[in-house]
């Protein structure tokens, strides 16, 4: 199973919206409404930001919003803060009943 | 408050073993799947291994079939990771993770442990 395809970094200044996007197939992204995100600063516990595509957990920002077309999911966060800044990782579930994560994305708040 | 406490990580040579647990508390544990996942040093999350919280199936990456085994004693709330046959590129920090929905969902992770390092080496 590949991993899903994210860019690399991405960059924003405070108050600006950015967009990460979160590539797959038929098999994963575009055959299922299961694609969650996460926030990652290093050294802590991944944290739940997106589910089910557009879903956010109790407790995260209405910042934080999620889509998908296609086999191409996407993470928008709107009104960049500081404290946004860290790893973000696409997953999805599979056909194959696993999970693939994506490359993740690093985000700089300028 | 969920906690997922994880330990057994260490040094171990190519070609060893190591056993992982994750001590699950503040919910149900028999009632949710959950998962291992890894961080190598410098890379990106990958998903190791899932054990269905209705029937306990279990589901692993092609990385790690038929070298590791999840498992879960429900009396003790606690998640394993029996790792044989270890390579180099099985270093790495190892989380537990819960499972949002109950019994099988769509494995996204609403609680994770602080990790575990497992370093493989000669």
């Known amino acids: 199973q590949s991993a899903l395809t994210q860019p690399a970094s991405v960059s924003g200044s405070p108050g600006q919206s950015i967009t990460i996007s979160c590539t797959g197939t038929?098999?994963?992204?575009?055959?299922?409404?299961?694609v969650s995100w996460y926030q990652h600063h290093p050294g802590k516990a991944p944290k739940l930001m997106i589910y089910?595509?557009?879903n956010r957990p109790s407790g995260v920002s209405n910042r934080f919003s999620g889509s998908k077309s296609g086999n191409t999911a996407s993470l928008t966060i709107s009104g960049l803060q500081a404290e946004d800044e860290a790893d973000y990782y696409c997953?999805?579930?599979?056909?194959?009943?696993?999970?693939?994560f994506g490359g993740g994305t690093k985000l700089t708040v300028l | 408050e969920v906690q997922l406490l994880e330990s057994g990580g260490g040094s171990v040579q190519p070609g060893g073993s190591l056993r992982l647990s994750c001590a699950a508390s503040?919910?149900?544990?028999?009632?949710?799947?959950m998962s291992w996942v890894r961080q190598a040093p410098g890379k990106g999350l990958e998903w190791v291994s899932a054990?269905?919280?209705?029937?306990?199936?279990?589901h692993y990456a092609d990385s790690v079939k038929g070298r590791f085994t999840i498992s879960r004693d429900i009396s003790k709330n606690t998640l394993y990771l029996q790792m044989n046959s270890l390579r180099a590129e099985d270093t790495a920090v190892y989380y537990c993770?819960?499972?949002?929905?109950?019994?099988?969902?769509?494995?996204?992770?609403?609680?994770w442990g602080q990790g575990t390092l497992v370093t493989v080496s000669s």
């Open positions: 997953s999805s579930y599979t056909s194959s009943s696993t999970l693939v």
């Open positions: 503040g919910f149900t544990f028999s009632s949710y799947a």
């Open positions: 993770a819960k499972d949002r929905s109950g019994g099988w969902g769509a494995l996204h992770f609403d609680y």
């Open positions: 089910d595509v557009s």
């Open positions: 054990i269905s919280g209705s029937d306990g199936s279990t």
């Open positions: 038929s098999s994963d992204v575009g055959g299922y409404n299961y």
